[in-house]
């Protein structure tokens, strides 16, 4: 009977698969998976490039705050001088008034629309998630990502266009409201890197991982450094037990 329902369970998971036409993502080497690697800090700097010039106009950022950027891909005064380029709307001021003023590091990303119905307004009802945490809210999140950004095709033989939206065999149900957003050269790096569609894919999908988990790298070095201290503990009780105590118990 466990055999039989196993049996039903994988076909049945297999039809859903067949009747959904999703292709699953495929498997991307990324650097910062192990457990001993950490991000890259370049790439991390060009995929955030490219959220600000290619993604931030429809999708926001609303957990990272311009201080999680410093002495990770910029340097204080960087992020300093992006911040003051934003205004934000604070307030009240003595007179019960909101108003606006340069951004500062304490205040987090800007979002491109003030609510969900200006979004689905903006965009033929389709609501552009918030990318904070959609590497985790993805099964496989950077390779959901990457092939999504770069699996763009032409309808299949048969299978009749629509209107506002666009065929991406990778999405749920393969027709999605974003058109193809990166296109080659369309972000210039600031460290002269070619600005292909895959390179720019990869950036972003690494930028988008560390803003999921900024604390990622603090936490394997954490593990490394409990790891050796466990180590050494272990190599002294090991020492008091067989050197100090063996001789006493016997």
């Known amino acids: 009977p466990a ?9 049945a998971s297999v039809s859903t698969v067949h009747a959904s036409d999703v292709i699953h993502a495929p498997h991307q080497s990324w650097d910062f998976k192990g457990f001993m690697s950490s991000y890259d800090a370049a790439s991390v700097r060009r995929g955030h490039q490219v959220y600000t010039q290619v993604c931030a106009s429809c999708h926001g950022l609303a957990r990272i705050a311009y201080r999680n950027l410093v002495d990770v891909c910029y340097s204080e005064e960087e992020v300093k001088a992006m911040a003051e380029d934003t205004e934000v709307m604070d307030g009240p001021n003595d007179e019960g008034e909101m108003f606006e003023r340069p951004g500062k590091l304490s205040d987090y990303l800007p979002s491109p629309y003030p609510n969900e119905e ?10 552009p998630p918030d990318l904070s945490l959609i590497m985790k809210a993805r099964h496989n999140g950077p390779d959901y ?3 999504l950004l770069t699996g763009y095709k032409d309808p ?5 266009e629509r209107e506002t939206q666009y065929y991406n065999p990778y999405f749920p149900g393969a027709w999605i409201g974003m058109p193809m957003p990166l296109n080659e050269g369309a972000v210039e790096y600031d460290d002269g890197t070619p600005a292909t569609a895959t390179q720019m894919a990869k950036d972003v999908c690494t930028f988008l991982t560390w803003a999921a988990e900024p604390e990622a790298d603090e936490r394997k070095l954490m593990g490394v450094k409990w790891m050796l201290t466990l180590t050494v503990l272990f190599g002294f009780t090991w020492y008091y037990k067989r050197v100090r105590w063996a001789p006493i118990k016997t």
């Open 156 to 160: 299949p033989a048969g299978v009749a």
């Open 3 to 11: 055999v039989a329902a196993g049996t039903a369970v994988a076909v």
């Open 118 to 127: 200006a979004a689905r307004y903006a965009n033929n009802g389709a609501y």
């Open 145 to 147: 990502v990457f092939a």
